[in-house]
């Protein structure tokens, strides 16, 4: 089975070469990726103005060719769009990425609408990098992609308890994402939270750990985590530790006196890893492991 994607360019804007390339490693793969007329028409950082970016948005989940809508990129951006995208009329057709894009999964869910926390399009460069770990990486990510696009889950990834029993287990819906991004829209119609029994996953990239301690508070205090059963950390690419300060002790800081669960060890999030998931998907934890649904 073939997939054809919508791409959008709801955040920051790309390198039309790197988009070129990306593309080019994908169909050598037999997927295509459909670009509008004007993908992006570059205002400041951006992929272009708001106005822009939905129409590219609104006309890519119109196309009755394609399979699912997918953002090139993250960046920043999103937030500006998600208030003034017309959810209610939107087909049922899945958003994939992550990052910035987090915002709009989470809206995804908000309105019973299909979305994916997996790699974005541009990173499809990677299937043709120099180095064999990161290019076998990226293969084993795309293909669990498209598998799951095509109603086949990732297998269980075992899981490293921080403040919880090997015998714990809980069921619920998987959500989260970008950290950063999520305490950024805490306070705003747009917040975060967590359904009860959620399963939380959470990553960044690039932040020291001060601003980690400060997000993860900004969300904890709005009340996003108070439903969840449980945090599941992807990981943190280059943020810069404090001392001998680990994350899991950071973030148990913060999570063990609310009784939440924390793991660590997902492959899921900026590093050379991404694994994809289904955001809104019922998901178990049994055993020390993350078991998916498709």
Known sequence: MSLVFSLIAPA??????????????????GVEVRFPALLQSQTRYLAGDVEHRLRVLHEAYADPETDAVWAVRGGYGCA????????GNLPSKPLIGYSDVTVLLNQCYRHALPAVHGPVMKEAVKLEDEGEPPRAAATRDFAALFALLQGTPCESIPLDAVTSHQDFACEGPLVGGNLAVLASIAGTELAFRAPPGAIVILEDVGEPYYRLERDLWQLVASGALDDAAAVCLGTFEGCQPYADLT?????????????????????VGHGRDNLPWRFGATARIQDAR????A
């Open 290 to 293: 993350l078991h998916f649904s």
């Open 12 to 29: 920051s804007y790309t390198a039309p070469e790197t988009l070129d390339r990306a593309a080019a490693a994908l169909r050598a793969l």
């Open 80 to 87: 500006h769009l998600a208030g003034q995208i017309d959810w």
């Open 247 to 267: 994350l899991a002790t950071l973030f148990q800081t913060w999570l063990a006196p609310r009784g939440l669960a924390l793991f660590q060890g997902l492959p």
